[in-house]
Structures are given as C-alpha cells and as structure tokens.
C-alpha cells in the first residue's frame, strides 16, 4: 500500500480503505501486497487483519479500523468492490481474511465454499436521498415533496448493473415518482459516485446509503426512502477462506462487541 497509487485502478485513502476494483474493473496493483494467493502469502500479513466490505461501508470501516487500531495496536486494512467482484478475487485466492457484505451474498460465498464458519450477523443499512448544507432533515417520503426539494436540480442515483446493488430506476419508478421528476434523473455509476456528483454541486440530491451521509458533515439526509421500497440492506461478517491473520478471531469478536457502541453513529442500526 506504500508508494504513488494515483496511477492505478483502486482508490486509496489516508485511512488505508481502497477500492478493489476501479470504475474500469481494473484490479487496483497497489493493493496486490494484500491480493495474494495464498502459496504467496507473506509472513507480514499475519500481523494485518485484511478485510472485504461493500462500498457503502467504506466510511464505517474507516472509523472503525482506526478504533481498533488504536486499541489493539492492529492495522486494518479494507477494500471495497462490489459483493459480485469480491466473491470472484475469494473464489482466485486473493488475500483477505474478514469478509462483511449483504445477506445474499454471504449465502452464495458460504455456497461457494469461500468462506469459515457460520457468517456473524453484523449491521443494517438504509436509502436515503442526501442534499449539501443545512436544510429540512430526515423528511418522510413524499414524491411531490421529492420534486419540490429539487427545485430546478437534478437527482443523481444509480444505474442498475452489476457494480451496484441499487438499481436506482426501479426503485423511483416503485415509488411513483419517475413522472414527477422526467429530465431532472442523473445517473451514477453507483451510491458512492452519486455522492461525488452531490458534492461537486452537479446534483441536488442523491440517491445513497445512510452511512454515506451521517459521516460527511457537509452532507444531510433531507428525505428517507421507504423501507418497504426495498430488500432489507443487512450486512454479515465472516472468516475467508484465505484468512491468514494472527488477529483475525479477536477482530470479529471486536465486531459484535466493543464496535457495536460506535455503529449507530456511523449511519446503520446494529441487528440483535
């Protein structure tokens, strides 16, 4: 993870979160330390927890890596991509050895034999339309409303495909809203690009998850999205295949415990 990563695929942040897969679904090689098979394992890594996490939790996972850093001394290092690409780097033998995603997912990965162990039920996310600034917050859902919000601005959500897992028309389109907002629907590539038009003011509002809204201060959730709109978002952690950390057993643990007093604050609902 040292050196100049701007020359490849992955995005890598101060906080040591990076993409696994870029916009192109180029493999990022500033992560390859990390993307090993396991005959090519290094020593080094046993001292590291790798984890897998769907894009939306990349804020969380930065805070709470740097949590458990500072209290057990361990670096955690996360990469994000969508449930279908990290299930494809597990099923090579990529390096990782904690595993968080949706439901459905983890079924297929324990299906695939790519994973350890029963998958530990972690958190729940939401939808949400985000706006900049201060305004109105947490709003309950009305298309007209919708429409009045964005004024003459547009809604930047995303399209359906298999980088994402919110198929942003569908969802507008369940929600009777599609007409009330003809020419004003921007596509994104998923949530978090969503987001990035948000901020470069090229959106009104977005189409997002809660946890990328709750830890960006420049950020508000102005409008929530009905729960029965969609499928629960609910993540589950567990061991990969490939995990070859020292601490991996104490991360988890550390997951369902101490880490759950800090979640609600980070935009998701921690399930029993």
């Known amino acids: 993870m040292d050196g100049n990563p ?18 192109r679904g180029v493999i990022g090689a500033a992560g390859a330390l990390t993307l090993l098979p396991a005959v090519a394992r290094a020593e080094w890594l046993r001292d590291e927890i790798v984890v897998y996490a769907d894009p939306a939790l990349r804020p969380v996972m930065a805070a709470l890596g740097a949590q458990f850093r500072a209290a057990r001394g361990v670096r955690v290092r996360t990469f994000c991509a969508a449930p279908s690409q990290m299930l494809g780097l597990l099923a090579h033998g ?28 972690l958190w729940r996310n939401r939808l949400v339309f985000a706006a900049r600034g201060n305004g109105p917050r947490d709003a309950t859902f009305d298309a007209r409303s919708l429409a009045a919000a964005l004024g003459g601005g547009r809604l930047a959500l995303p399209d359906a495909s298999d980088a994402c897992t919110i198929d ?29 038009t948000l901020q470069r ?9 809660a946890s990328e809204v709750v830890t960006d201060a420049g950020l508000r959730i102005a409008m929530r999205v009905p729960d029965d709109a969609y499928d629960p978002i609910e993540y589950t ?9 020292r601490y991996q057993d104490p991360f988890m643990a550390w997951l369902g415990g101490d880490a759950a007093r800090a979640v609600p604050t980070l935009g998701l609902e921690v399930l029993a």
């Open 6 to 23: 701007s020359s490849f695929g992955s995005k890598i942040v101060a906080d040591g979160t990076a993409s696994l897969i870029g916009r």
């Open 94 to 121: 990529t390096q990782d050895d904690v595993l968080i995603t949706q439901t459905a997912p983890m079924r297929e990965a324990a299906q695939r034999g790519l994973i350890s162990g029963a998958p530990r039920t």
């Open 168 to 196: 942003g028309p569908a969802l507008m389109a369940k929600l009777n809203a599609t007409d009330k907002l003809s020419g004003r629907l921007l596509g994104a590539a998923d949530t978090e690009d969503a987001v990035a």
């Open 201 to 209: 003011g090229e959106a009104t509002l977005a189409l997002c998850h």
């Open 237 to 245: 952690a567990a061991l990969s295949h490939a995990a070859w950390s």
